[in-house]
């Protein structure tokens, strides 16, 4: 009989139009690490999300039990009162407020109703020294770097007596060092008898450090391996992750590449805060017509900084560089010029950078396109709404109408709305970044087909990704980034993932 | 990762849309009636239309009386006209506290240009005008460009422009103003037809009638043929019988007031300018691509930017315009007065915002309309002269407007919460 901490049973959470999990069940045994793997939208995070509470209890079916007795959590606190920390993978820190005061926030060192300062860092410096950061508690979390800011938040949970630990991604905003420390810390906790739960894309990672694997896919879960028990290789996760070959998980593409539409040359990019530090260095990559074009790189080499600034100066200062449109030179000052220039850039985060969420499909379709659907500054409605239907249609949106507010679509949904107002400036070049993220499986090759369709229309494609298979499944070239570097360009036919990851990681010197 | 899915699609947020299968399926034949949509939009018409029934019983038909009407409407005309250009502001997410001081800045620099100087009452208004156009154009400069909240620029700006009218009047109330300018405040339309005499109402304006008449029949043309574009366009309509009773009920408001109108004193002028205002923007706001771009800024700033909206040049010409629209009111409220004084203005910035908080604004800014603001700020003044009828005290009338402003503001938010909103929940 093993000692279950965690007993989840039958869960099943879905949303209007979406199963985001269908009868999972998840058993932890006290004092592992269980880690939790799954493409992008297999319901890792939702499911975690039902643990802590942030879908309280009602909203879901099914049964949870921790240490033995069941749990009908209805926020968040009531999952923390009983040691289930979950850490997401935005961080949730003031940053204005020191290390400290970070640590015991909503949970404060008192003597008589006034903060007890010096309890307050002394306690603050023990759980620093139990973390492995050697920081002052005073210091302001803002001063640090990201990979301490996770050490922070570590600490923060083991302020609250934390008996289960979940750890949504914790190294994806990391560097190898800090990730190697990390899962140091976590060790280190589980022999402390901490009990973690950790969700990651490392499957290097998950193989060093877990003892359980479990796996989820499309909602549901698959099935649950033991590394100790020997045979788990990361080709064994990835094809019980992904569940059918790769082929099939992207449309049958046979591109039809014609004459440069865009050329970038020595473009560089300073940081808008740190004016001294360039984030993109000297790139230099050109579009054809008819061309889907992958651009890779790890988190921070400048891909979306490059295509924002690219894309009427949205980002830095002191932009230098110069842009070639059908072989002539070209400038662009704002995104209106960038848009009579024919560029379109879909933003990698739709919700605060790409739609009005209080307004409805038709409003966020027709946004960057207004003028066409006007005459001389009127609007004519019933145009745009007939423009509108026909993407919804067209584009399979699922709304029961264009009138539905796109705050309370899926982020699949959400994502064809943003191609929709793009498409309908009819640009030459498109700069899709991380067009599938956090996008449900389904959703994703319709959004592929759509991005073939465009290309097969005789648009050039920029698709930024995160995902290397991704990349390797719709791009005809592609080209890598690191530290502002444009590192490698690697046509369809020689690309691997382990090319690529190593032209992704190439250093400063070795660049060039 | 995150989660596939909105959180703001939550509980009961897909429960009025019907099931979302059938809603991917191909459209269906015939468009389906969509009825619920404009809860919070509707609300407040019904609201009026409570507290106008609820104060004609209290006050035993007086608040409908003709001459009541026409004072509700003259009394409260430069409130409105400033709740127009404030509801624009609010939609953009700012705020415009300087309103009351424009309001007074601008009515002393037409009663010195008319009264010290005897400047021709035309040109001075345009001055004016255009000094008002000025003074939104510099706090629209410190706000847009500059980068400083519109809070702190029209907080200072309310102090500033206060200084500016007590210099420019010389501490002391500056009046009378030329008849032509005092007409436009409380004179009336003339008797260009004669009377006509309505059985047991007694006689009433002929000209008036037909105005109202011209409206009704105006308002229904329109309907009708934007309805048809609908359908020719496959959009979805109200069924006939609402379409009916909307435009119906809409046409008898109509009626109800011009023939009360018509019996008084015929149309105030102040009325006829008013009803061009709300007709100017509400095409403004619905129809034209700046109205468009001033939802888009208020809804998502860095997704209006990115679409290629010039949101700092929106927002400069709110302020531009409501500079403009302050001016009016200003030359209303000093014409009405017949005098320019130091005080001026005082305090109607907050009827003026909460005339459009009341009227549906939302507090994160992209959301109101023009009419909305209107029915707002008439909220307000049927409270004031309705309690003044019943001779309350006006600290009770205040309490009373107080709470008003917070039930219209917590029912928005309530209504919000229950619709899934994930933050406020």
Same mark, same amino acid.
């Given at each position: 009989?093993?000692?279950?901490?965690?007993?989840?049973?039958?869960?099943?959470?879905?949303?209007?139009?979406?199963?985001?999990?269908?009868?999972?069940?998840?058993?932890?045994?006290?004092?592992?690490?269980?880690?939790?793997?799954?493409?992008?939208?297999?319901?890792?995070?939702?499911?975690?999300?039902?643990?802590?509470?942030?879908?309280?209890?009602?909203?879901?079916?099914?049964?949870?039990?921790?240490?033995?007795?069941?749990?009908?959590?209805?926020?968040?606190?009531?999952?923390?009162?009983?040691?289930?920390?979950?850490?997401?993978?935005?961080?949730?820190?003031?940053?204005?407020?020191?290390?400290?005061?970070?640590?015991?926030?909503?949970?404060?060192?008192?003597?008589?109703?006034?903060?007890?300062?010096?309890?307050?860092?002394?306690?603050?410096?023990?759980?620093?020294?139990?973390?492995?950061?050697?920081?002052?508690?005073?210091?302001?979390?803002?001063?640090?770097?990201?990979?301490?800011?996770?050490?922070?938040? =570590?600490?923060?949970?083991?302020?609250?007596?934390?008996?289960?630990?979940?750890?949504?991604?914790?190294?994806?905003?990391?560097?190898?060092?800090?990730?190697?420390?990390?899962?140091?810390?976590?060790?280190?906790?589980?022999?402390?008898?901490?009990?973690?739960?950790?969700?990651?894309?490392?499957?290097?990672?998950?193989?060093?450090?877990?003892?359980?694997?479990?796996?989820?896919?499309?909602?549901?879960?698959?099935?649950?391996?033991?590394?100790?028990?020997?045979?788990?290789?990361?080709?064994?996760?990835?094809?019980?992750?992904?569940?059918?070959?790769?082929?099939?998980?992207?449309?049958?593409?046979?591109?039809?590449?014609?004459?440069?539409?865009?050329?970038?040359?020595?473009?560089?990019?300073?940081?808008?805060?740190?004016?001294?530090?360039?984030?993109?260095?000297?790139?230099?990559?050109?579009?054809?017509?008819?061309?889907?074009?992958?651009?890779?790189?790890?988190?921070?080499?400048?891909?979306?900084?490059?295509?924002?600034?690219?894309?009427?100066?949205?980002?830095?200062?002191?932009?230098?560089?110069?842009?070639?449109?059908?072989?002539?030179?070209?400038?662009?000052?704002?995104?209106?010029?960038?848009?009579?220039?024919?560029?379109?850039?879909?933003?990698?985060?739709?919700?605060?950078?790409?739609?009005?969420?209080?307004?409805?499909?038709?409003?966020?379709?027709?946004?960057?396109?207004?003028?066409?659907?006007?005459?001389?500054?009127?609007?004519?409605?019933?145009?745009?709404?007939?423009?509108?239907?026909?993407?919804?249609?067209?584009?399979?949106?699922?709304?029961?109408?264009?009138?539905?507010?796109?705050?309370?679509?899926?982020?699949?949904?959400?994502?064809?709305?943003?191609?929709?107002?793009?498409?309908?400036?009819?640009?030459?070049?498109?700069?899709?970044?991380?067009?599938?993220?956090?996008?449900?499986?389904?959703?994703?090759?319709?959004?592929?087909?759509?991005?073939?369709?465009?290309?097969?229309?005789?648009?050039?494609?920029?698709?930024?990704?995160?995902?290397?298979?991704?990349?390797?499944?719709?791009?005809?070239?592609?080209?890598?980034?690191?530290?502002?570097?444009?590192?490698?360009?690697?046509?369809?036919?020689?690309?691997?993932?382990?090319?690529?990851?190593?032209?992704?990681?190439?250093?400063?010197?070795?660049?060039? | 990762?995150?989660?596939?899915?909105?959180?703001?699609?939550?509980?009961?947020?897909?429960?009025?849309?019907?099931?979302?299968?059938?809603?991917?399926?191909?459209?269906?034949?015939?468009?389906?009636?969509? *009825?619920?949509?404009? *809860?919070?939009?509707?609300?407040?018409?019904?609201?009026?239309?409570?507290?106008?029934? *609820?104060?004609?019983?209290?006050?035993?038909?007086?608040?409908?009386?003709?001459?009541?009407?026409?004072?509700?409407?003259?009394?409260?005309?430069?409130?409105?006209?400033?709740?127009?250009?404030?509801?624009?502001?609010?939609?953009?997410?700012?705020?415009?506290?300087?309103?009351?001081?424009?309001?007074?800045?601008?009515?002393?620099?037409?009663?010195?240009?008319?009264?010290?100087?005897?400047?021709?009452?035309?040109?001075?208004?345009?001055?004016?005008?255009?000094?008002?156009?000025?003074?939104?154009?510099?706090?629209?400069?410190?706000?847009?460009?500059?980068?400083?909240?519109?809070? =702190?620029?029209?907080?200072?700006?309310?102090?500033?422009?206060?200084?500016?009218?007590?210099?420019?009047?010389?501490?002391?109330?500056?009046?009378?103003?030329?008849?032509?300018?005092?007409?436009?405040?409380?004179?009336?339309?003339?008797?260009?037809?004669?009377?006509?005499?309505?059985?047991?109402?007694?006689?009433?304006?002929?000209?008036?009638?037909?105005?109202?008449?011209?409206?009704?029949?105006?308002?229904?043309?329109?309907?009708?043929?934007?309805?048809?574009?609908?359908?020719?366009?496959?959009?979805?309509?109200?069924?006939?019988?609402?379409?009916?009773?909307?435009?119906?009920?809409?046409?008898?408001?109509?009626?109800?007031?011009?023939?009360?109108?018509?019996?008084?004193?015929?149309?105030?002028?102040?009325?006829?300018?008013?009803?061009?205002?709300?007709?100017?923007?509400?095409?403004?706001?619905?129809?034209?691509?700046?109205?468009?771009?001033?939802?888009?800024?208020?809804?998502?700033?860095?997704?209006?930017?990115?679409?290629?909206?010039?949101?700092?040049?929106?927002?400069?010409?709110?302020?531009?315009?409501?500079?403009?629209?302050?001016?009016?009111?200003?030359?209303?409220?000093?014409?009405?007065?017949?005098?320019?004084?130091?005080?001026?203005?005082?305090?109607?910035?907050?009827?003026?915002?909460?005339?459009?908080?009341?009227?549906?604004?939302?507090?994160?800014?992209?959301?109101?309309?023009?009419?909305?603001?209107?029915?707002?700020?008439?909220?307000?003044?049927?409270?004031?002269?309705?309690?003044?009828?019943?001779?309350?005290?006006?600290?009770?009338?205040?309490?009373?407007?107080?709470?008003?402003?917070?039930?219209?503001?917590?029912?928005?938010?309530?209504?919000?919460?229950?619709?899934?909103?994930?933050?406020?929940?």
């Amino acid at each position: 009989m093993t000692d279950h901490i965690l007993t989840m049973t039958g869960i099943t959470k879905s949303f209007p139009g979406v199963h985001a999990l269908r009868d999972v069940n998840l058993k932890v045994r006290r004092g592992e690490i269980h880690a939790i793997c799954g493409e992008n939208g297999a319901g890792k995070s939702t499911l975690m999300k039902v643990l802590s509470g942030v879908y309280p209890h009602g909203s879901y079916d099914g049964e949870i039990r921790f240490d033995g007795e069941e749990c009908r959590f209805s926020g968040v606190r009531d999952s923390e009162a009983l040691g289930i920390v979950i850490i997401h993978q935005e961080l949730a820190l003031c940053p204005q407020l020191s290390i400290a005061e970070n640590l015991f926030l909503g949970n404060e060192r008192r003597r008589r109703g006034l903060i007890d300062w010096n309890r307050t860092n002394h306690e603050a410096a023990r759980l620093l020294e139990r973390v492995g950061l050697p920081e002052n508690p005073t210091t302001v979390v803002a001063d640090l770097g990201v990979g301490k800011q996770q050490l922070v938040e =570590i600490a923060k949970a083991l302020a609250k007596r934390v008996r289960l630990l979940i750890l949504d991604e914790p190294t994806a905003a990391l560097n190898d060092e800090d990730s190697a420390h990390l899962l140091d810390l976590m060790r280190g906790l589980r022999d402390e008898g901490v009990t973690s739960v950790i969700i990651s894309h490392k499957l290097n990672e998950v193989l060093a450090v877990a003892d359980t694997v479990s796996i989820l896919r499309d909602g549901q879960m698959i099935e649950t391996l033991d590394p100790a028990a020997g045979a788990v290789t990361e080709d064994r996760i990835i094809s019980g992750m992904v569940g059918r070959d790769l082929e099939h998980r992207y449309p049958p593409h046979e591109p039809q590449i014609g004459e440069e539409v865009l050329r970038i040359e020595d473009w560089t990019v300073h940081s808008p805060v740190q004016h001294d530090r360039k984030v993109v260095d000297g790139a230099s990559l050109t579009l054809r017509r008819g061309e889907i074009v992958g651009l890779a790189g790890l988190m921070g080499a400048g891909r979306t900084e490059l295509a924002m600034s690219v894309f009427g100066r949205t980002y830095g200062t002191d932009v230098s560089g110069r842009l070639f449109k059908d072989g002539r030179p070209i400038e662009v000052r704002d995104v209106r010029d960038a848009i009579r220039h024919g560029l379109a850039y879909a933003t990698e985060d739709r919700k605060r950078y790409g739609l009005n969420l209080i307004q409805d499909i038709r409003q966020n379709v027709s946004a960057a396109s207004l003028r066409r659907l006007a005459r001389r500054g009127w609007v004519n409605g019933h145009e745009e709404h007939a423009v509108a239907e026909r993407y919804r249609a067209e584009m399979n949106i699922k709304a029961p109408d264009v009138l539905a507010v796109t705050g309370k679509l899926s982020g699949g949904n959400q994502q064809k709305v943003v191609l929709a107002k793009w498409i309908h400036t009819d640009p030459d070049v498109l700069i899709l970044d991380e067009p599938t993220r956090g996008i449900d499986v389904g959703a994703k090759y319709e959004i592929y087909t759509i991005v073939q369709r465009l290309a097969r229309e005789g648009k050039a494609i920029l698709l930024i990704s995160s995902e290397l298979p991704e990349l390797l499944g719709m791009c005809d070239r592609i080209y890598t980034m690191a530290a502002g570097r444009i590192t490698g360009e690697v046509a369809r036919a020689d690309a691997t993932q382990e090319l690529l990851m190593r032209h992704m990681t190439l250093e400063k010197e070795a660049a060039r | 990762m995150s989660s596939p899915i909105a959180p703001a699609a939550g509980r009961d947020g897909g429960r009025d849309r019907g099931p979302a299968p059938a809603a991917a399926g191909p459209r269906g034949g015939t468009p389906r009636p969509r *009825l619920s949509i404009n *809860l919070r939009q509707s609300g407040i018409y019904v609201a009026l239309a409570l507290i106008v029934a *609820l104060f004609s019983v209290l006050t035993e038909g007086a608040m409908l009386q003709p001459q009541n009407i026409s004072n509700i409407i003259v009394q409260n005309s430069y409130i409105l006209i400033l709740a127009i250009g404030m509801i624009l502001i609010i939609i953009s997410g700012h705020i415009d506290l300087s309103v009351g001081s424009v309001v007074g800045v601008t009515g002393a620099i037409a009663a010195v240009l008319m009264v010290n100087h005897n400047v021709p009452w035309p040109l001075a208004l345009l001055v004016t005008l255009v000094a008002g156009a000025l003074i939104g154009a510099w706090q629209g400069y410190w706000t847009a460009y500059f980068g400083i909240p519109s809070f =702190i620029v029209t907080l200072a700006g309310m102090l500033l422009f206060r200084a500016l009218t007590l210099t420019v009047l010389g501490n002391q109330g500056i009046g009378p103003f030329p008849d032509e300018v005092r007409t436009l405040s409380n004179g009336f339309t003339g008797s260009y037809l004669g009377n006509v005499g309505l059985g047991p109402l007694g006689g009433a304006d002929l000209f008036s009638l037909l105005v109202g008449v011209a409206l009704c029949a105006a308002l229904a043309v329109t309907q009708w043929r934007t309805r048809k574009a609908r359908l020719g366009y496959s959009q979805t309509v109200d069924p006939m019988p609402v379409f009916l009773l909307r435009i119906g009920a809409a046409a008898l408001l109509i009626m109800v007031v011009t023939v009360q109108l018509a019996r008084f004193h015929n149309l105030p002028w102040v009325l006829v300018l008013l009803a061009a205002l709300v007709l100017g923007y509400s095409l403004l706001t619905g129809r034209t691509v700046f109205g468009r771009h001033v939802y888009a800024v208020g809804g998502n700033l860095q997704a209006a930017v990115l679409s290629g909206v010039k949101a700092k040049s929106v927002v400069f010409w709110l302020f531009v315009n409501m500079g403009v629209l302050a001016s009016i009111a200003g030359i209303v409220f000093a014409g009405r007065l017949n005098q320019a004084g130091p005080t001026a203005g005082n305090s109607f910035e907050l009827d003026a915002i909460a005339a459009a908080f009341i009227g549906g604004a939302a507090v994160q800014g992209g959301v109101g309309k023009v009419v909305g603001a209107i029915t707002g700020g008439l909220i307000m003044a049927v409270i004031n002269n309705g309690m003044s009828l019943i001779g309350a005290p006006s600290e009770r009338v205040m309490l009373v407007k107080g709470l008003v402003l917070l039930a219209a503001v917590a029912f928005d938010i309530w209504t919000k919460r229950r619709s899934g909103s994930p933050i406020l929940r």
